[in-house]
């Protein structure tokens, strides 16, 4: 049995299409009744990183996990890693984060995934850590201002940074979870080429066939703007963060989503054409359904 985490949102919806239909699937939430119509080889367990008994039912019989927990600052690694002393899990693969690397990243969610990182090497069981840069789908956060004619906005949008398409990394998450030879490798998972947000934003624009401004933001917009969405120490990390993106240290290709999955990693160009549809119609929140993942991107 292979439990997967985070299995509503961006990420994890796309491993749960992608594991294997001959073995059984669990995916933990906090609200089972909200996941619609599984395929049968999937059930959905009520769960919560808070809730230690929860998480005990979760993993009966459970000897693989992908791990996701997006608390920072938060002690939710720990909390599960408890729970998993003394079952049968032999396995855990992390989503964790491509700052980690960076000697010179320090803001507190990049700290956070390092201690979130080195509890799991703790803990005795074997572990893969996959560590994406930017998800190509935080994009989809233009999606109402696109739709409704308004210009898009980033800091240092000429910035580049190597993003990752979310189906890219749930496709190394699988292979590490199905396939022999990924315990003890940690894997920076980027995009085939370093794009800027003023890149995205002609991208978008030569889809959709339609103006797409770009805005540039200073500090003091970006941060009331991320102060809107998150608590403070979360707004001064995602500050830092940009600062190393405009230093260069983002721009980085890694090889590894080629050489996991056998083929090369989507691009961005890709990854907005298969999602247009979302910008046409301006529905930021996530697809729904559990269809099976169809042809591979890229
Ligand atoms: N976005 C980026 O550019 C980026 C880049 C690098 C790394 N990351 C990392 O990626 C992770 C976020 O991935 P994502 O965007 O796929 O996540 P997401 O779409 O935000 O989904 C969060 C998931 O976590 C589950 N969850 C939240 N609180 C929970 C709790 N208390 N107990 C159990 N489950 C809980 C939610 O499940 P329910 O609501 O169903 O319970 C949901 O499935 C974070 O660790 C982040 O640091 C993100």
Redesign the pocket.
């Known amino acids: 049995m292979i439990l997967v985490?985070?299995?509503?949102?961006?990420?994890?919806?796309e491993v749960v299409r992608r594991l294997p239909a001959d073995g059984p699937v669990r995916v933990?939430?906090?609200?089972p009744d909200?996941?619609g119509d599984l395929p049968e080889h999937v059930e959905a367990v009520a769960?919560?990183?808070?809730?230690a008994p929860s998480l005990e039912r979760a993993l009966k019989g459970v000897t693989k996990v992908f791990l996701?927990?997006?608390?920072?600052g938060g002690g939710?690694d720990e909390r599960f890693l408890r729970a998993v002393r003394g079952t049968d899990v032999r396995l855990i693969v992390k989503?964790?984060?491509?700052?980690v690397a960076n000697p010179a990243a320090d803001d507190a969610?990049t700290r956070?995934?390092r201690r979130c990182e080195a509890r799991l090497r703790e803990c005795g069981t074997e572990w893969t850590l996959l560590?994406?840069?930017?998800?190509m789908?935080?994009t989809l956060g233009w999606a109402p201002l696109i739709a409704s004619g308004r210009p898009v906005s980033a800091l240092y949008g000429t910035s580049p940074n190597s993003?990752?398409d979310?189906r890219d990394i749930a496709e190394v998450a699988v292979r590490a979870l199905t396939e022999e030879g990924h315990a003890g490798r940690a894997y920076t998972l980027t995009g085939p080429e370093p794009v800027s947000a003023v890149d995205q934003a002609a991208c978008l624009s030569r889809l959709l066939g339609k103006p797409v401004r770009f805005e540039e933001w200073d500090v003091a917009r970006a941060r009331a703007a991320y102060l809107r969405r998150h608590p403070e120490h979360v707004a001064e990390a995602l500050l830092q963060s940009a600062e190393q993106q405009r230093a260069g240290a983002k721009a980085r290709v890694e090889p590894a989503v080629a050489e996991v999955t056998g083929r090369p990693a989507c691009s961005y160009e890709q990854w907005a054409a298969d999602h247009i549809s979302r910008f046409a119609d301006g529905a930021a929140s996530?697809q729904q359904g559990w269809a099976g993942a169809g042809r591979h991107p890229g």
């Open positions: 985490t985070g299995a509503t949102g961006t990420v994890g919806r933990l939430t906090r609200r909200r996941v769960g919560d990183y808070g809730d996701l927990t997006n608390a920072v939710d989503l964790s984060a491509a700052a969610i956070w995934q560590r994406p840069r930017a998800f789908s935080n993003c990752v979310p996530p």
